[in-house]
Every structure is written in C-alpha cells, then in structure tokens.
C-alpha cells in the first residue's frame, strides 16, 4: 500500500525567543491551523479488482489544527548554535468524501476524518550570519 496526504493550511500564530544568559536562550512557536484542505491518494498495488492510479482517494475541507515547540537553543561559537525541545502537530481534516477506484467504477462515501498527530524530541543547530 502506498498513501501520499496533503495538507494546505492557513498558518496563524507567532514566536518568542527569550535569552536566558550570553549563550543560552528559550524559544517556543505556536500556531493555529483555523482551515485546512486535505487530501489521501491512496494505491493498493495487489488488489487486482482496483485501480492502481490511486485505489481509494479522500477529500476534505474546513479541518482544523494546532502545531506547539518549545527548545532550548546554546549558542556554541558566534553564529553556531545547537537546540534541543519538544514539537507536537495535530491536524484534524475535518469531514469530506471518499471515493473507491474499482476497475468497474467509481464509488462515493461520507469521509467522518483524517486526523494526523506527531510528537516528540527534536536536536538541532543553527548557524545565523
């Protein structure tokens, strides 16, 4: 099975950076995903009574979502930095349809939702000139 999902947001929200010392600071992003559009491609690839240009496919519009982090950011040598935090995104399609792709037709059905979550540690570095 192959599954390709897009996601066209609206994006509102804001950044703070707080230096903490010369070298260290705390930042933090959030943002507030008020519509999203989505859509799921969906290709069974052993299924001989589908199509395979994709299977299944699912529309959605209106869905909402929020994406958080919060790190710590070191500053190493002048510009160079490295960070460490936590993110958490979750994006929530909202209802829509779903259409099944059988090599004898296509079908329609209520979509109820599409919800993807992700969350977890982040490391990185930065470099600013």
Known sequence: ???EYSWDSLRLGGRIHIPMSARLAIHTR???LPYTHTRLDDVHH???????????????DGGFGVQLDFG?????WKGLAV???YQFWRIDSGSGDKFTHA????TKDELNEIVIERSGVFVGARYRF
């Open 46 to 60: 052993l299924r001989t009574d589908l199509r395979q240009d994709p299977s299944f496919s699912s529309e959605a």
């Open 72 to 76: 710590v950011l070191y500053t190493v």
């Open 1 to 3: 099975i192959t599954q």
């Open 83 to 85: 960070e460490a935090g």
């Open 103 to 106: 090599l004898t037709g296509t």
């Open 30 to 32: 959030a943002a507030v």
